[in-house]
């Protein structure tokens, strides 16, 4: 991994999707498919009329004859299967699971438009899709499927294991629950606005509906060292860095992929939304992992809190880690990989 030198500066692509031949954007990633290794393998299925683009991977000497467990990965908002729901998804296939990591709709690789339409129903049923898809998938135990979920995909995939108890386990890295910080802002520091950027949401949503231009939150020219310097929030200064200039993955074929933008028209279904609502129906063992010098740490401690109804559950501290870093700084990846692994060996 290239490190990021002279403050926000450095190497403007650390991990360069253009040199991968399945154009992943993390370090260690698979350059090619060798016997008796993890392999990767695209795939692309269909969920609510769309095309949904996907990578699977399956373990050292994977026999389709045999049968494996396997674990959903959902990667975090703005992101694509190639950034750290990939990195996951390989580490874990590493562990003997064939893992599945897919761009949801309206995103990435996946078809829809508008593109960057951001809906929590689309993103829960992204997780549902996924698991319908894998297991089915050659080798796979429909038995013993778990489900992991990253940043935004952590709050998703809350929402997907209170109901969908083909997940027989569910873990969060970094949990962000979108609906709370789209409504109340980041640390809730924007509640005394909510009611104008709802009129703003519900004016993009007329908008479209008359055919004009779809507004977008975010995106654009890509941000200044000043800029990021000025932003509040840690977690948005090296999100920035982490999708724009170390492990971007700016195009793919027709689609645009990572980039952060999302329809103002989203904010009407994300400000009704919250991870956390009914969260008491989660019964599976649940893992949840989070930096411990995270400022989203708040948003895994409130929703570990109320989910009372999980049979056996931890919240991990990854010490010194900040939210971002848990996506690609070695140590920390270890760390969650060795809580990672012993809650699925346990679980699955």
Request: with cysteine; net charge neutral.
């Amino acid at each position: 991994m290239a490190a990021i030198v002279g403050g926000f500066g450095g190497p403007a692509l650390a991990e360069d999707y253009r040199q991968n031949p399945f154009t992943l954007a993390y370090g260690g990633a698979i350059a090619k498919n060798e016997p008796g290794k993890v392999n990767i393998h695209p795939v692309k299925y269909r969920l609510g009329g769309l095309d949904i683009a996907a990578n699977v991977y399956t373990p050292a000497n994977y026999d389709p004859k045999k049968k494996y467990p396997a674990i959903v990965v959902a990667h975090p908002n703005g992101g694509v299967k190639e950034q750290v729901a990939g990195l996951y998804a390989q580490r874990l296939a590493e562990q003997g699971y064939i893992t599945i990591a897919m761009d949801a709709a309206y995103q990435g690789g996946s078809g829809g438009q508008p593109r960057n339409v951001d809906k929590p129903a689309y993103r829960t049923e992204d997780i549902h899709g996924a698991a319908d898809f894998i297991t089915r998938y050659a080798g796979v135990d429909a038995e013993r499927l778990g489900l992991l979920g990253i940043c935004g995909g952590g709050g998703y995939s809350l929402a997907a294991a209170k109901t969908d108890k083909r997940f027989k386990s569910v873990a969060t890295l970094s949990m962000f629950n979108s609906g709370r910080v789209r409504r109340n802002g980041f640390e809730d520091s924007q509640l005394n606005t909510i009611q104008d950027r709802l009129r703003q949401a519900s004016e993009a949503r007329a908008q479209e509906a008359a055919g004009g231009k779809v507004p977008y939150v975010g995106g654009g020219a890509a941000a200044t060292d000043a800029q990021i310097a000025a932003m509040p929030f840690e977690m948005y200064r090296e999100g920035t860095v982490y999708y724009e200039r170390t492990h971007g993955h700016p195009d793919s074929g027709a689609y645009p992929n990572s980039g952060g933008a999302y329809t103002v028209s989203s904010l009407l279904d994300l400000m009704r939304w919250d991870a956390t609502d009914q969260i008491d129906l989660i019964d599976q063992p649940l893992l949840m992992i989070a930096g411990g010098k995270a400022d989203s740490l708040y948003m895994s401690e409130d929703a570990f809190a109320k989910a009372t109804g999980a049979k056996d559950k931890e919240l991990f501290k990854i010490d010194g880690a900040t939210h971002i870093e848990t996506y690609w700084v070695p140590k920390y990846v270890d760390a969650a990989m060795g809580r990672l692994t012993a809650f699925y060996a346990k679980n699955l």
